[in-house]
């Protein structure tokens, strides 16, 4: 059970270094976006899968973060990473903040709070266009002065690595249990010890944070930000990635998060049909296979070794 | 200026009455499914463009179409819960409040998206219920707004009579109390969850087919009414219709004054949207369970 996992990452991680020398310049662009949303639909996997807290918040901090670094970077006349840091640890608070006041709200009042908060963020954006650039856009300078995108794959890459493994382990140590454990029963994971306040906290602090890095590093990456960036479609996009994924795992919705970016630009000719074929996957998914696609992927590969069944029969759960 | 307020009081009480029907929808598919419908502002924009093409293409009157787009958009709403929502009802699924969050979110995406491709990008108008405007003095108003609010009345009182007086309320009245006490008197819940859906989803079409000669059609219209609904439906007590109908009203109204009283007349429309966000986020600070909240309901 636990030698599989560790082959997969192995052959992952060899798999990533190479992939932006297999393919042209097109598809490195494509593979480092996609390394951005696998950051962000993390992060909402964190949120909502293992932590149960509903946040259609994502993609504001990842403006926030984005419009923040860009912003800082050009007020102060700051080095980039000490511009990166700042808007991080802005979003950190920020979402902790959201996380403490929002403590009394569960469920669908808890999404449409924090869908409300990225929508007042893109709309003051897009409204204080002196600042901003609003619909116009923010031009933000190159990070690195070489002309491929190599090193923004590579800085991607170190990033979703650097994110995945600080969320991983504390969803594999016993933080995880209390998430899960304020998940599935908010009353009872207190009665049984849980500081439920302390983390709920604290999981939308990482979340948030992390929303934001990945948002720092789109900001030059993409080399002019939108307000669209933190609009309820591309938050929907987010949402689409992580559940085809699998919600409850963090490796599941990166993989989802590859695997919807790689169908979107196969779908390229296809238009406008890709966000109703995203729509209408999702609610598939959602229907039919609620743990994810991938998931129940995972599932059959773990059924062909009868050893491998009998691990699982033990009790451990299926993904940590 | 005191007309100019005035006149866009008015006007905030014209979309008030629009605002409460589409919240008084959201309200009864809340109080009967409790879950938070994310597609309601989309099945609204629907209902519009219903009203829209039964017009243009069959050729019917705008009063008839409006009740089409109604029918219409009943039955979309009953297609979306039968093939959709049907786990809701399982006792195998697990965090039903988190499935109905997520599938309404996904039809949400779906429907505004497939209106994109359907009916085109670009905002489209349909004609007038009636030419002209009505003038006292010199205060002017579109028939077509001073009708939207008059049928949104209507509306509003047809819906309270059927709550109150018809069986079928009755019955929508007792799934909201208690499902199971309502099995047990031979109330067919799995009918009444279907009919709470698709009322709610008429109701948001009639909104939109009312509206759509006031303001134009676009794909993404439902966006700003959808949480401007949420806000109302919070705001008056999840699961109060009475409470959706007059904070409907009370958000249209200071809508409309924050619009005539914000000192940047460029921003003011900007953020009259991010106005009422910030309301929502205030009143569930303040106070999760409304002003007018009849019962507290637990989300899960």
Known sequence: MRRLPIA?????????FAYPHLVDAYWRTVGTLAIFYAIV???WALLVGYAGQFSFGQMGFVSLGAYGSALLVQWLAIPF???MVAAVLVCTVVGAGIGFVCLRMRGPYLAIFTMAFSEVLRIVILTENEVTGGAGGLEVAPLFHSRTVFPYYYLALALLAGSLGLMGMMVASRWGLFFRAIRENEQAAAAAGVKVVRFRILVFAIGSGVAGLAGTF??????????????????GEVVAMAVIGGAESLPAAVLGAFFVEALFEAL??????????FG????LTMRFARNGLLALAWEQVLRLGPVLQRARSIGRPAES | MLDYILVQALNGLVIGVIYAVIATGLTVIFSILKIVNFAHGEVYMMGGYFAYFVIALLGLPPLLAVLVAMLLSFALSVLFERTLLTPLYSPTTERKGDYGILVTFGISILLRNLAIIVFGPFPLRPPSFFEGSLVVGNFVMSWDRVFAAGAGVVLLVGLLAFLSRSAWGQALNAVSQSRESAAIVGINDRLVY????????????GAGALVGPIYALSPSMGLVPDTQAFVIVVLGGMGSVGGSIIAGLLIGVSEGLFVALFPDPTRSLAYAQAFSLLVLMGVLLVRPTGFFGRVHVAME
């Open chain 1, 8 to 16: 997969a990452m192995a052959a992952f991680a060899v798999l990533a």
């Open chain 1, 41 to 43: 639909a993390a992060s």
């Open chain 1, 81 to 83: 990473p000490i511009g």
């Open chain 1, 218 to 235: 789109y900001a030059p990456f993409i080399g002019i930000l939108t307000p669209d960036i933190g609009s309820v479609d591309q938050m």
């Open chain 1, 268 to 277: 390229r000719a296809y238009g406008e049909w890709r966000l109703v074929i």
């Open chain 1, 280 to 283: 209408g996957l999702l609610l």
């Open chain 2, 194 to 205: 279907t009919l709470a859906f698709g009322l709610g989803g008429g109701l948001a079409g």
